[in-house]
């Protein structure tokens, strides 16, 4: 059973930036996808950014230019680097990791960016 866990949230002032982690108990050399997704309360999950076994990267509209993805593959690692940050980016940032096998979740960590 494969187990990811996040880090790095916390409370920000609007403006400020912040580097999310998401390490996995597995390698994750293999795996086919990465995200990260955020669910603010009241509100539907949504997608924030991912990339892909290849390196492609893509990006949710609203953060586009703020925030990017990167994984390190030796450290079994995903990052989700947050810049220029704003209140509206208030939320829980959940990890998704995919492989052949399967699709796992970390439990999430909170970001509140103050105004």
């Known amino acids: 059973q494969v187990q990811l866990v996040e880090s790095g949230g916390g409370l920000v002032q609007a403006g400020g930036s912040l580097r999310l982690s998401c390490a996995a108990s597995g390698s994750i050399s293999s795996a086919n996808l990465l995200g990260w997704y955020r669910q603010a309360p009241g509100k539907q999950r949504e997608l924030v950014a991912f990339?892909?076994?290849?390196?492609?990267?893509n990006y949710a509209d609203f953060v586009k230019g703020r925030f990017a993805i990167s994984r390190d593959n030796a450290k079994n690692t995903v990052y989700l680097q947050m810049n220029t940050l704003k209140p509206e980016d208030t939320a829980v940032y959940l990890c998704l990791i995919s492989w052949a096998y399967g699709n796992y979740w970390g439990q999430g960590t909170q970001v509140t960016v103050s105004s």
């Open positions: 990339i892909t076994s290849g390196g492609r990267t």
